[in-house]
DNA sequence: TATAGTGTAATAGTAGAATAGAACACTAGG
DNA sequence: CCTAGTGTTCTATTCTACTATTACACTATA
């Protein structure tokens, strides 16, 4: 996997696995891989794994299971409670920072639109 | 100043900067305040600064005269250039960002006028 | 020419992220 | 009961960002 290292691994991860739980690779109670699968995956030490796991259980996000494996919580509406926030905090973060390099409200919409549209065109 | 502590220190006070250098407040041609003045302003060291500094010196953000101080460059469209690079890198990470979590093209912009408009009654 | 203000560089130390490797605890199935 | 597969924990090590401190190089000016 590719690792921006601006940002720690473990908080990568984490997103890695958010993506795959949004998207529906992990449905609601699905088994994710074991952690040394994860890890030979991913290209990285298990113990980061398990950092990454570790904070997504105290989330609530994740289920362990000792002997058995992780899950993904069944609590559904969690699930979409986590979507949002992810979002807002994303929509947030880039916000602020377009708001800071002097881009009103407008601009950066506008912006948006422009960049998705232009996209469009080349890609996909 | 406020630090996230998932991302190096030094780059966020390039982007700090870079603020500075698009809201006006350092102009075109404009002198940086000292380095042991910013460390002190930042509450970091003087090495943390330099190394922020270093990179845009790199990049010809800005100019730096031995004795005297560090400038922004009198060059506007090396600046103008510069912001459009940081709106569209902030644009590409948002738009793959939301885009992992399955939100559509459609999705991400009406989310993100929605996030602007909630703001909007909210805030300032 | 002396001094204060500036950028630059080097050293040494601290803390956190990540790795490698081993060991422990539990579960399921033969 | 044994074994394979699983999560969990621990120690030691490496690497990088950051800090602290000092020294050096250059500029302007009194």
Redesign the pocket.
């Known amino acids: 996997m590719q690792f921006d290292d601006k940002v ?4 990568q991860i984490k997103n890695h696995i958010y993506h795959e739980m949004m998207t529906g690779q992990l449905a609601a109670g699905a088994k ?1 891989p ?4 994860l890890a030979v995956d991913l ?6 794994v ?2 990454a ?2 904070e997504m ?1 105290q989330e609530g996000t994740i289920e ?7 899950f993904v919580t069944t609590d559904t509406t969690r699930i979409a409670q986590l979507k949002e926030q992810l979002v807002v905090e994303q929509l947030e973060r880039v916000y602020q920072q377009l708001h800071a390099l002097n881009l009103s409200d407008d601009e950066i919409i506008t912006s948006l639109k422009q960049y998705i549209e232009q996209r469009g065109q080349q890609h996909d």
Chains 1, 2 share one sequence.
């Open positions: 720690p691994i473990y908080y994710l074991a952690v040394r699968q290209t990285v030490n298990v113990n980061t398990q950092r796991l570790g259980i362990s299971q000792r002997g058995k494996g992780n």
